[in-house]
């Protein structure tokens, strides 16, 4: 305790504040404060430090690697080679050296260097998938925790996932098994027990799709699926797959689902769906289990999520413009609009009351909110609609759809869309922001949205945490 204490001391010190949770969807920072930019990568952990390696979209797709201790502070070793536009890029140690798999023009290039981190140099030629020389576009990397034996994953021609053993020489070797069920990408291996679950997703470009679960007895044995490991509608939280992280604590396993929510060219503004996964070997169902805000502590496996500190409810905030303007008067084929309270019974609302039409002419605002000085966790709880009262998310307004939320916060002059900061926002019903807010019950934020005259959004309320 007084060793995290005295890291988190130190972090305050140098101006950056701890991370205290992971975030579904969130801008995530380093420990430099800088955006964290890693993705279609893995972690593999050595010893007490997990090293996350991924593509930097903001530097033509060059490795990128960070080291943790926790999962949620994440300190930037930069890149890990000069080489670029090697797409997810995978790490394994097959012999005494550490060795970076990635894919340069649809062929498997391998780095090399004689430590995890830094010094790594191109190994050789990019070569083709054995034995029938197909070319590939994702990278996956699965390391079976009971023989050691590391395998490369990828979505190789013809609509094969393929698994190749990488050999003790860093080379590519034999192919162990293949999937030849579908338009699939985006591998990624775990194995509970004897079973081996294979996540894979669609080939759906940057959009996002339900990711799906097959699932086999020994590593090259006959695949069964496909099965779903989220409700369809959600498009795997609109995320894409990339690795499945095993941490075997002391007292549980928790398996880990990373994904990438990707902006709609894959560049820098994409971020990261981390959840856990609940798992059964003998059904031999996998299911992503969905938190706004959650973390797992690495030495005992246990997930855990914050407790409320307190909620404001936006019945009781103040009101303004014309939110709730719905109701229409049906008099000789004419309709007359007339005004109504904004505030209605909403039966999955925590306090079964929310504000209801919040449009372009119209806002809600809370004041009194508690704030600590540094930046904080705050949920908004909200929903958008559309013009025909059909879900959509919020963000995709320059995809032809109808709108955007956004908050003003204390003397704030210009509106943050809150897409900006949480890509899960209209997509979820609670999406946590971090905001620094002034210390004490002295804050004011402002809710409204931008967009088209018949975008809507419906307010629940905004909750701050105890450990934010």
Not at 13 to 20: E, K, R, S
Not at 117 to 144: C, H, I, R, W
């Amino acid at each position: 305790m007084l060793f995290s204490r005295m890291i988190l001391a130190s972090k305050l010190a140098a101006g950056v504040l701890a991370a205290t949770w992971i975030v579904p969807g969130a801008v995530w920072k380093d420990t430099s404060g800088n955006t964290i930019d890693a993705h279609g990568g893995m972690i593999q952990q050595r010893g007490t430090n997990f090293y996350w390696i991924g593509q930097a979209a903001s530097d033509s797709v060059t490795p990128y690697l960070y080291r943790s201790t926790d999962l949620l502070n994440w300190t930037p070793l930069g890149a890990q080679a000069s080489i670029q536009w090697l797409w997810r890029p995978k790490i394994a140690k097959p012999n005494g050296s550490f060795w970076i798999y990635g894919q340069v023009d649809r062929l498997v290039q391998a780095l090399v260097s004689t430590q995890m981190e830094g010094g790594y140099k191109t190994k050789g030629a990019a070569v083709a998938l054995p034995p029938n020389s197909y070319t590939y576009s994702d990278t996956g990397m699965f390391q079976d925790p009971d023989s050691k034996t590391w395998y490369l994953m990828t979505s190789a021609d013809h609509n094969t996932v393929q698994i190749n053993q990488i050999n003790s020489d860093g080379t590519i070797g034999d192919r162990t098994n293949r999937l030849a069920a579908g338009a699939y990408e985006a591998p990624g291996m775990f194995k509970v027990g004897n079973t081996y679950f294979l996540i894979v997703s669609g080939k759906t470009g940057w959009r996002s799709n339900p990711n799906k679960m097959f699932w086999c007895t020994g590593i090259g044995g006959s695949f069964t699926g496909p099965f779903d490991i989220a409700p369809q509608a959600e498009n795997t939280y609109n995320s894409q797959n990339t690795f499945e992280l095993t941490i075997k604590g002391t007292q549980a396993t928790t398996y880990i689902y990373m994904g990438d929510s990707w902006d709609s060219t894959g560049g820098p503004s994409s971020t990261y769906i981390w959840l856990p996964m609940a798992v059964d070997a003998n059904a031999h169902t996998v299911n992503l289990q969905y938190h706004s805000m959650w973390k797992v502590d690495v030495t005992t496996g246990y997930v855990s999520w914050p407790s409320t500190k307190k909620r404001y409810e936006a019945e009781t905030a103040a009101i303004s413009g014309r939110a709730g303007e719905s109701f229409r008067l049906m008099f000789r084929n004419r309709s007359l609009l007339t005004r109504l309270s904004a505030i209605r019974d909403c039966s999955d609302c925590i306090s079964k009351r929310s504000v209801h039409q919040i449009n372009t002419q119209s806002q809600v605002t809370f004041h009194n909110i508690t704030g600590t000085g540094e930046p904080q966790w705050v949920s908004l709880h909200y929903t958008v609609n559309n013009a025909t009262g059909t879900f959509v998310p919020a963000h995709w307004l320059n995809n032809g759809h109808s709108g955007e939320a956004h908050i003003l916060v204390n003397d704030q002059a210009v509106p943050t869309n809150i897409s900006s900061m949480n890509s899960r926002a209209g997509h979820h019903k609670s999406v946590p922001v971090e905001l620094t807010l002034k210390p004490g019950d002295i804050n004011k934020i402002t809710f409204g949205v931008t967009g088209c005259e018949d975008f809507e959004a419906h307010l629940d309320g905004v909750e701050i945490f105890e450990d934010a």
